[in-house]
Structures are given as C-alpha cells and as structure tokens.
C-alpha cells in the first residue's frame, strides 16, 4: 500500500501537441551538399577533359629523376611531369609513369625520343651545365611518324642531331673504331659537316659499323664514289718519298674524327642515296688506293741489287704515282751464275687512260696492251730510284730514254714481264769503280822518268851552247872585235839567262833523284792514292750492304 501510494499523479501530465513540420528548412539542408557536388564535378570534367596522355618511358638508371618533381621539356618549355617512377619485375630497368600536358598530344609519336639531360663532360663537349642548379629534366626530340604511342625507351645519352635538322645518315664499315666515339666529327675539305651518331660491333666480329649524319647542305657532296678514311691524331710516315706528317685539325689530333673526299668522276656525280654503305679506310693513302676499279700486275726483272726497295714502295712515271710494289722475290739461276730479282708491281692503267679518254676523240675502245707495245718500242723502262738518301729507301720509277735497247713486252709470261735498265743507284756504283780503276792503271813511274830525261836532254843542250860560244869568241878576227863586243855583251845576257836556268834545272835534277825528297812523297802520294781507290772499293761495297749506316753510323762488328 505504501508503494501505491507513492507513484504519480498522471491526471496532472500535460497533454503532448503536434507541431506540423516545415517543409522550407529542410531543402535549405540540402543546397550546400548539392552545390558542392556540382562544383566538385565541374572540377573533375575539367580535370578530365585538359588532362593530357599518360605516357610509360623505360630507362636503364633512374639517376636524377624524382616523381612530382622532374619535369618533361621540349625545346626547354614544359609539357608533362613525371608522375611516377617504378622498378621493372625483373629489375632489369626502371619504368617512369608521366602525365602530359594536353597540348602535347601530337608530340607523342613512335619515333619520338626521350632522354635524361644532366650536366655531361665528354671528349668533344661539355653539356647540362644549368642542370646542376635547377635540376635533372627529360628532354624530348619530336619524332616525324603520325602514329601515336604512349610506351617508349629513352636514350641514354643525348641524340647527336634533332630529327628536322636537315641532313641525311649514312654507313661507314671498318675493321676498327680507332679513336672514334659517337660525336666524333666528320670533315670535308677540312670543314666539320657531320658527326658520328652510333656504332655497333658486326655480328661475326670481324668489324665495326657506324652511323654518321652529314648535314645539309654538305651531304650533297657525298656520292657513289666518294671514300672515308681515318683522320684521328697525326699520320706520320717515312717511305721511298721521305717523312710525311698528315692531320686535320687540332681536334682531330686531340678527340679523332674522319674526313672523306669524292674523286673527280663524271659517271659519279650523282649524291649518294640515304643509309648508302660505305668502306672507312685507315688513311688517306690507303683510300687513294683503291678507287682503282682496274688493276694490272706486271712482273720487273732487275739484275741489281734492291736493298732498300719494299712491298708498299710507290711506282711512279715521273713524279705520278701510277701503281705500288707487291711483292719482291729471288730467282738463281745455276747455269749461267746468275741472280735475278723479280718484282711484282700493280699498275693503275685507270689512272692514265681515264686521262687520255678525256682527251681523246676516239670513239673505238683503247687497247692498253697495244699502247704499253708502243711506248715500250720508244724507250719505255722500269729502273730503280733512290727515293731518300737518309733511308737508302727505294722505288720504281718508269719512263722513256729513247737511248734503251731495243726490247719489248713479254706477254707470254704471267704476269706480263715489262724490260728494265740500270737504276741510278747502280749507274753511279758502276762510274765510282771506273774511275778508282782508272786511277789504278795511270803510269805514274813511267811519266816521273821521262820528265828526269827531259830535264837532262835539256842540261846537255845548255852546255852545248855555252862551248859554242866560247868558241865563237876566241876565234873572232880583230877587225870584227867592235862588232863582237855588242854580240858579247848581248850573248852575256844570254849566258846569265842560261847559267839561272842551269841552277833551275840543277835544282830541278835534284828534285827529281832517285833519293830526293819529292820522289819519295811522289811515291807515298802514289800509294795513299791506292789504299784511296782501295777505301773507296771497300766503302761501295759496304753502303751496297748497308744504306742504313748513312744515318746510324757504321755497326760494331765485334
């Protein structure tokens, strides 16, 4: 009883009152989510519709680039933000996500390249100095393809040249790379016109190849004909001609590069084609060479010795290089006693007769056997040259001396056999010996007596004078002694003359005894100059042996 009466009166419980709802305050609630989501999409569309390709470069090394950081260039003006940067599965490389501006849609083309531009030192430039205070970016070379792409490889060093440079590529094989490198340059006429833009080793390893871009407008001096060679340091060689020092230019001495030059060839003239193949020669002499499509071996028989002649020595026709020494042998002959040396050489005949075709009006074809049988028939000879008195180094020197023997070409043989004469070199032995021999066989003893009986002839004539005189004066009849004294007085001069002539020739007799003085220098004189002819035999014979000792001096022999 006492809990019921404690709980409340609900009878004094106010009634609860319905209060309608507002239907105004309720979409107020809603305006500010609704307007965000309509700004928020506008916001997004606009994202969408000005964000440009997403674009994959994959690079060997990650150095310098940083996601949200490292920015996309072309031509130094942004176009795009790397966005991410990620390790390849196999870790083989990296993977850089980048988010282009939409205005550089058209950039991205299968050939377009991409590189990372960083502060470089190399042999022939230094580059990305701004790069050290601003950073690492990717540079980018628009490519020329209208095919798009979003998956490329970057480079890993800077292209040589800009895909619109005006210019075209060629190839260039070569039995090394010397000192060449990419960037190397490439001279006509001395100018620089290119550089070398890659090289790779053959697939057999027999070789290198290169790739090099010439640019406009020198690569219209490339053409068919045209030959490259090696123009790295200095080429210094000593040959028949003397010492030859070739170089191009410092930077070649320096860093290498290669110089190429076209022959004159009407049938030629035309620019060679884009990625033409061509041979990179060692030297300019060794490209000289072979524009020689037509080569001729001939075979030279000397009787001499060729001490100093060498596979490579140069023959020319008068000062003109028309052909080289190939190959230089013995040949004995037991019969006769006799030695013989052939020497092979190879004839440019191309280098003549293309002359004489531009000279000549002749429309029928030109035999050259026929012309080398005429101009044998006038003289036409082979001999040996001394090319350098230092070296003693030899070559083949041909030309005409109308005063030859007869002879003529031995085309029964192979190869050929061109008629030769006596070199220079042996010419002047051959006059040395004649006059030491010469020397050797004068009479010396022979005319030193018959001046001594001159010389007595001459005393015994004088005394015969002198008596008749005498004679002549003791006989004289007085009435002539006037007349005489004159004649005395004059023929007084005269035995005064006579007696300075006795004491000359006096003197003279002395001089000239067996025992006197002059004739035993006479007769030392005599032998000096036999062991003279004697030396001079020997010193023949020794430089015959040994050129060389002209420059280093005789070899102890101990």
């Known amino acids: 009883m006492s809990d019921i009466n404690q709980l409340p009166d609900f009878s004094q419980i106010p009634d609860a009152v319905v209060e309608q709802r507002r239907h105004y305050s309720s979409l107020l609630v809603w305006i500010i989510p609704i307007i965000a989501a309509i700004i928020g999409a506008s916001l997004a569309v606009k994202s969408y519709l000005d964000r440009g390709s997403i674009i994959t470069i994959t690079f060997k090394s990650g150095e310098g680039i940083e996601a949200g950081k490292t920015k996309i260039k072309y ?226 028989m000397f009787q001499e010795s060729v001490r100093g002649l060498s596979i490579g020595a140069p023959v020319d026709l008068r000062g003109f290089t028309v052909g080289e020494v190939t190959k230089i042998n013995i040949d004995l002959d037991p019969h006769n006693n006799s030695i013989s040396i052939p020497v092979e050489v190879q004839l440019y005949p191309e280098r003549l007769l293309g002359r004489y075709r531009a000279n000549s009006k002749q429309v029928k074809p030109i035999d050259s056997r026929q012309i080398l049988d005429i101009m044998v028939k006038q003289g036409f000879r082979a001999h040996l040259v001394n090319g350098n008195l230092l070296t003693g180094q030899l070559y083949v020197a041909l030309d005409f001396f109308p005063k030859a023997a007869p002879a003529r070409v031995d085309w029964s043989k192979n190869p050929p056999e061109l008629p030769t004469i006596t070199g220079s070199v042996e010419q002047f032995k051959t006059t040395l010996m004649q006059i030491v021999q010469k020397i050797e066989k004068l009479p010396l003893e022979e005319l030193a007596g018959e001046a001594r009986q001159t010389i007595q002839t001459i005393e015994t004539t004088l005394k015969s004078a002198d008596k008749l005189l005498k004679n002549v004066d003791a006989s004289v009849v007085p009435e002539a002694h006037s007349m005489l004294e004159d004649v005395r007085k004059a023929l007084d001069d005269v035995r005064k003359t006579l007696d300075d002539a006795r004491k000359t020739l006096g003197g003279a007799k002395q001089t000239l005894s067996p025992d006197a003085p002059l004739q035993q220098d006479l007769r030392e004189t005599l032998r000096e100059l036999s062991r003279a002819a004697q030396s001079l035999r020997v010193l023949a014979d020794y430089l015959e042996r040994h050129p060389e000792s002209l420059i280093r001096g005789k070899e102890d022999e101990r």
């Open 75 to 300: 031509k130094d003006v942004p176009i795009g933000e790397v966005k991410a940067v990620t390790l390849a599965k196999d870790g083989s490389h990296v993977l850089v996500t980048a988010e282009m501006f939409k205005e550089s849609a058209l950039l991205m083309v299968e050939d377009t390249r991409f590189w990372v531009v960083r502060a470089r030192i190399s042999r022939s430039n230094i580059s990305g100095l701004g790069t050290l205070m601003e950073g690492s970016y990717i540079g980018v070379d628009t490519g020329t393809s209208k095919q798009p792409q979003d998956e490329f490889k970057g480079l890993e060093r800077p292209p040589v040249f800009a895909m619109n440079e005006p210019g075209r590529q060629f190839i260039l094989r070569a039995m090394d790379i010397g000192s060449l490198d990419i960037t190397s340059p490439i001279f006509y006429r001395r100018i620089q016109v290119g550089e070398v833009i890659a090289y790779d080793l053959d697939q057999d390893g027999k070789g290198v190849t290169l790739n090099i871009f010439i640019r406009a407008p020198y690569d219209q001096y490339v053409k068919a004909n045209t030959i490259f060679w090696h123009a790295s340091g200095i080429d210094v060689s000593l040959d028949a001609t003397g010492v030859k020092v070739n170089s191009q230019s410092l930077v070649t001495i320096l860093l290498g590069g290669i110089s190429f030059l076209s022959p004159e060839d009407p049938d030629n003239a035309q620019p060679a084609h884009p990625d033409t193949t061509f041979t990179l020669f060692a030297n300019k002499d060794e490209a000289m060479k072979r524009p020689d499509a037509v080569v001729k071996t001939y075979l030279l």
